[in-house]
């Protein structure tokens, strides 16, 4: 795996899409979140599920919170861009209106979203870029994991045996990104959406 085509052409241009995938634990939230604060143009989705909030989660920034019936009704209308049901449990998915509102503004959109969800956007949009997030190597990613503390051992190798799978869907991406550090990361991605060059912070 190598992270020098996230300086590529693509950055040449603004990206009205990205969807941003990889193996459990490899940082994608970490990485979303920073592009959120450092580049307030760039749009990232907020997606709905039926999962009850968690402490200190706000309604509409973190997730938007729906009732079972609410999410069947976007589902079945042909509202949902892509969707999942998580762990066997909860259903998670982005609101197709929100994201092609935010295109027609021009601007950016950011999907961060699992392997599954970003399949069924390549469907549907396949114009996107779609970029793969991926570990240094595979003894970063467990440790990282590990180093959650949030799971039993038991959850840890479920997930782990996932990101074999996941890992193993690198090649169905346009892009790989390294997540050696989020810094680093986070300027590739956004060279990758389009950002100006000005407004990318520089790295060290």
């Not at 019936?69 to 259903?91: I, N, P, Y």
């Not at 959850?155 to 810094?183: G, M």
């Amino acid at each position: 795996m190598t992270g020098e085509s996230a300086t590529g052409a693509e950055g040449a241009r603004r990206v009205p899409v990205t969807v941003l995938a990889g193996p459990t634990a490899v940082g994608k939230g970490t990485v979303s979140a920073a592009m959120r604060a450092r580049f307030p143009d760039v749009w990232l989705s907020v997606s709905a599920t039926t999962r009850p909030p968690r402490p200190g989660e706000i309604d509409g920034v973190h997730y938007s919170f729906v009732s079972e019936e609410e999410f069947t009704r976007l589902v079945e209308s042909g509202q949902m861009l892509e969707w999942a049901v998580v762990h066997g449990r909860h259903r998670y998915g982005t609101p197709r209106a929100a994201v092609e509102q935010k295109i027609a503004q021009h601007r950016p959109v950011l999907l961060e979203i699992d392997l599954a969800g970003a399949r069924q956007v390549r469907e549907s949009m396949p114009e996107a870029l779609f970029v793969f997030l991926a570990p240094p190597d595979w003894e970063t990613l467990v440790h990282r994991l590990v180093g959650r503390g949030t799971e039993s051992a038991e959850e840890r190798e479920r997930r782990l045996a996932t990101a074999r799978v996941e890992l193993a869907a690198e090649s169905e991406f346009d892009v790989t990104i390294v997540n050696d550090t989020i810094e680093d990361a986070t300027n590739r991605l956004a060279t990758l959406i389009g950002i100006p060059p000005a407004s990318a912070p520089a790295d060290d």
